[in-house]
């Protein structure tokens, strides 16, 4: 009997472009498909709420789509390293393919396994799938990673293009191991006390098949006017793929080559390669969710927490039509589109002056696309700490925003914004309350006389 080959499936719940299936498929071996559910391993961020829902229906469209094929799909929860070496025993499996991940925590358990596996003859291989481009090969003429979005995205088009998508494997040879796989449901992955998901219900089908119809919904419909209406929340025009890259439903390379085969957009693919902006920034900054990229704003002087401003912020109570669109927005589709995304978290910055992260944690657990690097990426280039931030001074005025991108205010409308409720604060004096706060950064930055 043949030995099995291995595929590891992470943040890539697809079949189509998947190097590490298509790599596994040619070898003519017979393939097992495992999923590891790792909440234990050291650094590993366990999933938020929102995600974990996505996860489950993800995971149920693949193992259907490797099913219809001959492959099953095995589940196990816990450590990867020692998860991964009991599976490789059980099956007897001569290899291993996964494709690569970009967070320390995971890069130390694939290098781990790598590494073992290898010393005692089993193939174990890592293929380039979930990234245009790899953080090592964008670099400055210094050798150094950008810190600018400008000179890295077009260092990034100087490169050669990105590859082209691989198709789906013509064939997979199923294998006749009988291997014990967890039940999905017995993760407890879904909602159940309360069942707070039948807004994501409503809103979203996940799985490959709904990936690329989306995808192919958006160029053919939305794309045209992509430039000139997508900060503007009401129009329907930005393309929703988002959870679908960040689970890896479809890759940035069929995103990317779709596009530029109807002729694109320069700004769709300049929001391509922001989220590759933000990985290449967690590559090299593993902390990005915990510490400020710019050591600067650890003199920030955050008050104490006002847990009743809090809440009213993630409940949409907080008096300010856009803000509270948007959170109610949230908690009803686990998505918020990426203006509002802005507006909500620089009023709770720098008009509640609730430290960053404290937000980052919300959109962690309410957000289907929130990963571990466009989230906290995202909140510092608000807060003013990340990489090519806004200037701390930049203060998103919530009702000039709505006035500027929802001037009809039917967004607003849509998501119950337009309440009568008074404004938890004032936001002229909140916005001078910031910039007062920010002088004691720029004074730690001054030399001493």
């Known amino acids: 009997m043949t030995a099995p080959v291995l595929v590891w499936f992470r943040d890539d719940l697809r079949i189509a472009d998947h190097p590490a299936l298509h790599t596994a498929a040619a070898t003519g071996a017979p393939i097992i498909g495992i999923y590891v559910l790792d909440e234990e391993s050291a650094g590993v961020r366990a999933l938020g709420g929102a995600a974990r829902w996505w996860l489950h229906h993800s995971l149920t469209s693949l193992g ?87 000179p890295f995205w077009r260092a990034c088009q100087a490169l050669p293009a990105p590859r082209l998508p691989l198709p789906e494997p013509p064939r997979m040879t199923p294998a006749a191991v009988d291997i014990a796989s967890d039940a999905l449901t017995d993760w407890e992955l879904l909602p159940t006390a309360p069942d707070w998901a039948a807004g994501l219900r409503t809103a979203w089908t996940p ?55 109807v002729g694109g957009s320069a700004r769709f693919l300049a929001e391509l390669g922001w989220r590759e902006f933000a990985w290449h920034t967690l590559f090299h900054f593993p902390a990005l969710a915990d510490d400020n990229l710019r050591p600067e704003f650890d003199a920030f002087p955050w008050p104490p ?18 803000v509270d669109a948007g959170m109610r927005e949230l908690w009803e589709t686990g998505h918020m589109h990426n203006r509002v995304r802005m507006v909500t978290a620089s009023f709770l910055i720098k008009n509640l002056l609730i430290d960053w992260r404290i937000g980052e944690e919300w959109f962690w657990d309410t957000l289907v696309d929130a990963d571990a690097a466009s989230n906290p990426f995202n909140w510092q280039w608000v807060a003013g700490s990340g990489a090519d931030a806004a200037p701390y001074f930049r203060v998103f005025n919530p009702i000039l925003q709505a006035e500027k991108f929802d001037p009809h205010g039917e967004y607003i409308r849509r998501w119950g914004g337009a309440t009568s409720r008074e404004p938890i604060v004032d936001l002229r004096a909140t916005r001078q309350a910031a910039l007062n706060a920010y002088e004691a950064v720029k004074s730690s930055q001054r030399p001493a006389r």
Not at 69 to 84: F, K, Y
């Open 207 to 261: 799985g490959e098949p709904a990936a690329v119809a989306r995808l192919h919904e958006f160029l053919e419909d939305d794309l045209s006017d992509y430039d000139r209406a997508r900060d503007e929340p009401a129009s329907g025009a930005t393309s929703m793929i988002s959870p679908r890259l960040r689970w890896g439903e479809i890759s940035p390379h069929t995103a990317w080559h779709a596009a530029v085969e």
């Open 64 to 150: 259907e789509r490797l099913a219809e094929r001959g492959v099953r799909l095995v589940l196990r929860r816990g450590p990867a390293v020692r998860l991964i070496r009991e599976l490789v025993t059980e099956t007897g499996a001569r290899g291993i393919h996964w494709n690569r991940r970009y967070g320390k925590p995971e890069r130390d358990i694939d290098a781990e396994l790598k590494s073992g596996l290898r010393d005692e003859g089993v193939d174990a291989h890592s293929h380039a799938g979930n990234l245009l481009h790899e953080p090592w090969t964008v670099q400055t003429g210094a050798g150094t990673h950008y810190s600018v979005f400008t």
């Open 305 to 322: 927490l006002d847990p009743d401003m809090l809440v009213s912020w993630q409940r949409g109570e907080t008096g300010i039509p856009l």
